[in-house]
């Protein structure tokens, strides 16, 4: 192959990911050629921190000579076509910033199979290795990966597009007293070879594809649902969801089948970055929603949810994020309204409604951040995945949904889901699918394209209220009224009814009402890590230092990524405190994925 300049191997990119792709963050050309079956073999070497084998892809070929897959730090050592392993050229283009190289291999018009033998490099940013420090147990190593937005490719390479969907087998090779799991068909024992093999019949976007390998035990929650998680999690984590299977059963009568057989969830290391993944088949989540008291499970919900909004119906391209993550929160909060009832959403909707308005003060009100359908050409893809997502996506399908009512829109997403399981959707495929289904039939007039391409949150918005927080209010008055702690009605609140106080509390608090507070409620030392994580964002603002040893520990432990920015932007805000942010992240760094300190390295200033 010609070997091209970098300049004009950027612009022949650029203008072929215009002319035959619509998703601006993948190299792949699905029109000429698209992976339909992955065929995964690959070693964990935890000594070199290093994954290495092959990929080798069933391909749906429209005549071309050339198959293009996304890579990013990859080496990539050889390629081979067909069954009998034809050894063909190669190249690897230019590497761009987030996207990676494209890997473009020369095929014949009738190839229906590439191998491609590589192995991850020192920044897989999927990849998470932990220490045995790093863990629950402290024995073992641990992996992880998180392929969400545009990681995959820095473990595998792949076409890495979300529109593109595949199914795969995988041989995944650890080492012998750590098991692996995946977004696939599981083990749910060790074995003596160290060999685990998985299956995902369904086929998935690559941003599904998911490893976890550890000192990892599972234990059943009900027939088709159960835990994975070190030893001395386990047994707290099977008591935390113990609902599980609950929520599958609401799940399925409010919009079908569910169609990937198991629902599992494995907890992970604290530095996993995001509360929760939705990989098939087995959640990823943080162990920070493991409060002991079962309070923090919409997000289980939230990752089942998924498994039709995002993994059955997907996001074309990242553009269209708030098709994933607004139905999700949506429908998560209809599988929490049938287990839980209608008052404790309504405080869950407050709670999204307050982080919707914050998003909106951070980004401006005119941000076109704040779009629903996003405009992330030339940009990293994480950096458009905001609240606005969810909670402007939500807030706009309840907004339709208290037009319709309830029983019309049930059955409009019931047959929206049917339709379109399996696919990708655009922004503009459902909104055209939403008028013809929904609002012209039912001759209704909405300001949809405000809701969707225009900023902020429309006047129309069913904004929600909630009885038990009007409660809690009522105590943060009197307390601000000069109250005691000890006369103000908390008895029986929820952890959510004291993240609203917590969170209500003003900035301009003495440190002596501060102190009242945390011997009253004991909110320092809380063990829940939502309360925990609020308190420390007031006592930032208050300058209630006494809180600040805890907090750093806090900050070295938990890598969520959620918890992390409001903390270190909160102390960023004063010389004094930006230097107490720099010295905790410099101890805290090593434990975070890149996925948090990509966000943290900017926000405080560091060169990476
Ligand atoms: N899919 C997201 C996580 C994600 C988003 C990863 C964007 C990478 C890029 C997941 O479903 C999610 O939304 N997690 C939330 C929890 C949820 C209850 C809102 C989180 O991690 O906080
Ligand atoms: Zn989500």
Same mark, same amino acid.
């Given at each position: 192959?010609?070997?091209?300049?970098? /300049?004009?191997?950027?612009?022949?990119?650029?203008?072929?990911? /215009?002319?035959?792709? $619509?998703? /601006?963050?993948?190299?792949? $050309?699905? /029109?000429? *050629?698209?992976?339909?079956?992955?065929? &995964?073999?690959?070693?964990?070497?935890?000594?070199?921190?290093?994954?290495?084998?092959?990929?080798?892809?069933?391909?749906?070929?429209?005549?071309?000579?050339?198959?293009?897959?996304?890579?990013?730090?990859?080496?990539?050592?050889?390629?081979?076509?067909?069954?009998?392993?034809?050894?063909?050229?190669?190249?690897?283009?230019?590497?761009?910033?987030?996207?990676?190289?494209?890997?473009?291999? +020369?095929?014949?018009?009738?190839?229906?199979?590439?191998?491609?033998?590589?192995?991850?490099?020192?920044?897989?940013?999927?990849?998470?290795? &932990?220490?045995?420090?790093?863990?629950?147990?402290?024995?073992?190593?641990?992996?992880?990966?998180?392929?969400?937005?545009?990681?995959?490719?820095?473990?595998?390479?792949?076409?890495?597009?979300?529109?593109?969907?595949?199914?795969?087998?995988? $041989?995944?090779?650890?080492?012998?007293?750590?098991?692996?799991?995946?977004?696939?068909?599981?083990?749910?024992?060790?074995?003596?070879?160290?060999?685990?093999?998985?299956?995902?019949?369904?086929?998935?976007?690559?941003?599904?594809?998911?490893?976890?390998?550890?000192?990892?035990?599972?234990?059943?929650?009900?027939?088709?649902?159960?835990?994975?998680?070190?030893?001395?999690?386990? +047994?707290?984590?099977?008591?935390?969801?113990?609902?599980?299977?609950?929520?599958?059963?609401?799940?399925?009568?409010?919009?079908?089948?569910?169609?990937?057989?198991?629902?599992?969830?494995?907890?992970?290391?604290?530095?996993?970055?995001?509360?929760?993944?939705?990989?098939?088949?087995?959640?990823?989540?943080?162990?920070?929603?493991?409060?002991?008291?079962?309070?923090?499970?919409?997000?289980?919900?939230?990752?089942?949810?998924?498994?039709?909004?995002?993994?059955?119906?997907?996001?074309?391209?990242?553009?269209?994020?708030?098709?994933?993550?607004?139905?999700?929160?949506?429908?998560?909060?209809?599988?929490?309204?049938?287990?839980?009832?209608?008052?404790?959403?309504?405080?869950?909707? *407050?709670?999204?409604?307050?982080?919707?308005?914050?998003?909106?003060?951070?980004?401006?009100?005119?941000?076109? +951040?704040?779009?629903?359908?996003?405009?992330?050409?030339?940009?990293?893809?994480?950096?458009?995945?905001?609240?606005?997502?969810?909670?402007?996506?939500?807030?706009?399908?309840?907004?339709?949904?208290?037009? *319709?009512?309830?029983?019309?829109? +049930?059955?409009?997403?019931?047959?929206?889901?049917?339709?379109?399981?399996?696919?990708?959707?655009?922004?503009?495929?459902?909104?055209?699918?939403?008028?013809?289904?929904?609002?012209?039939?039912?001759?209704?007039?909405?300001?949809?394209?405000?809701?969707?391409?225009?900023?902020?949150?429309?006047?129309?918005?069913?904004?929600?209220?909630?009885?038990?927080?009007?409660?809690?209010?009522?105590?943060?008055?009197?307390?601000?009224?000069?109250?005691?702690?000890?006369?103000? !009605?908390?008895?029986?609140?929820?952890?959510? !009814?004291?993240?609203?106080?917590?969170?209500?509390?003003?900035?301009?608090?003495?440190?002596?009402?501060?102190?009242?507070?945390?011997?009253?409620?004991? &909110?320092?030392?809380?063990?829940?890590?939502?309360?925990?994580?609020?308190?420390?964002?007031?006592?930032?603002?208050?300058?209630?230092?006494?809180?600040?040893?805890?907090?750093?520990?806090?900050?070295?432990? *938990?890598?969520?990524?959620?918890?992390?920015?409001?903390?270190?932007?909160?102390?960023?805000?004063?010389?004094?405190?930006?230097?107490?942010?720099?010295?905790?992240?410099?101890?805290?760094?090593?434990?975070?994925?890149?996925?948090?300190?990509?966000?943290?390295?900017?926000?405080?200033?560091?060169?990476?």
């Amino acid at each position: 192959m010609a070997v091209v300049s970098c /300049q004009s191997l950027q612009e022949e990119t650029h203008n072929d990911i /215009q002319a035959m792709s $619509k998703d /601006q963050h993948s190299f792949a $050309k699905p /029109q000429k *050629v698209v992976i339909k079956h992955l065929d &995964l073999n690959i070693e964990v070497d935890f000594e070199k921190k290093s994954i290495s084998g092959n990929a080798s892809y069933d391909i749906q070929n429209n005549g071309s000579n050339e198959v293009v897959f996304d890579t990013r730090g990859l080496n990539i050592e050889g390629v081979t076509i067909g069954e009998g392993e034809q050894e063909t050229s190669f190249e690897l283009g230019e590497a761009r910033e987030f996207l990676g190289s494209p890997l473009k291999v +020369d095929i014949k018009e009738n190839t229906k199979r590439v191998n491609i033998y590589y192995s991850t490099g020192k920044e897989a940013h999927a990849l998470q290795w &932990l220490n045995p420090q790093q863990t629950a147990d402290k024995k073992h190593p641990f992996l992880f990966t998180q392929g969400q937005a545009i990681l995959t490719r820095t473990w595998i390479p792949v076409q890495d597009s979300p529109g593109i969907r595949f199914t795969y087998n995988a $041989k995944v090779k650890v080492p012998k007293e750590l098991m692996a799991v995946m977004s696939a068909s599981n083990p749910q024992a060790k074995n003596e070879t160290g060999v685990y093999e998985f299956e995902m019949k369904q086929p998935i976007p690559a941003y599904l594809l998911a490893l976890s390998v550890g000192d990892i035990v599972f234990k059943p929650v009900d027939e088709r649902t159960g835990v994975y998680a070190e030893p001395s999690v386990i +047994d707290g984590a099977v008591y935390e969801f113990a609902d599980m299977g609950k929520m599958l059963d609401a799940a399925e009568k409010l919009y079908g089948k569910y169609q990937w057989e198991r629902y599992d969830v494995i907890v992970l290391p604290p530095s996993f970055p995001f509360g929760g993944m939705e990989n098939p088949r087995l959640t990823f989540a943080t162990p920070t929603i493991l409060a002991g008291d079962r309070s923090l499970t919409s997000l289980v919900a939230h990752e089942l949810a998924h498994s039709w909004s995002g993994n059955l119906v997907t996001n074309a391209t990242w553009d269209d994020f708030w098709m994933n993550e607004g139905f999700t929160v949506y429908f998560e909060k209809r599988i929490m309204e049938a287990l839980y009832g209608e008052d404790y959403v309504d405080m869950l909707s *407050v709670l999204g409604f307050q982080d919707l308005q914050g998003e909106i003060d951070d980004l401006g009100e005119e941000s076109e +951040d704040t779009h629903l359908k996003l405009n992330l050409a030339g940009r990293d893809p994480d950096d458009g995945m905001t609240n606005i997502a969810y909670e402007k996506g939500t807030l706009f399908l309840e907004t339709i949904e208290a037009q *319709v009512g309830r029983e019309k829109f +049930d059955v409009f997403l019931n047959k929206y889901f049917e339709t379109n399981a399996f696919k990708t959707i655009t922004t503009e495929t459902f909104l055209e699918y939403l008028d013809n289904e929904l609002l012209q039939p039912n001759q209704i007039n909405m300001n949809v394209d405000e809701w969707v391409y225009g900023p902020g949150v429309p006047a129309n918005a069913h904004a929600p209220v909630s009885e038990r927080f009007e409660k809690v209010e009522v105590s943060i008055n009197r307390f601000l009224a000069n109250y005691n702690p000890s006369e103000l !009605e908390t008895e029986g609140w929820t952890t959510h !009814e004291w993240l609203h106080f917590v969170r209500n509390l003003p900035d301009n608090l003495t440190i002596d009402d501060m102190a009242k507070l945390d011997e009253a409620f004991g &909110l320092t030392n809380s063990g829940n890590s939502e309360i925990a994580a609020a308190w420390f964002e007031k006592s930032i603002n208050n300058n209630y230092e006494v809180a600040y040893p805890k907090m750093e520990e806090f900050l070295i432990k *938990v890598g969520r990524r959620k918890f992390l920015v409001p903390l270190y932007k909160g102390l960023a805000k004063t010389e004094e405190g930006k230097k107490l942010a720099k010295e905790i992240y410099s101890k805290a760094r090593t434990n975070y994925h890149a996925v948090s300190t990509n966000t943290l390295d900017a926000l405080l200033g560091i060169e990476s």
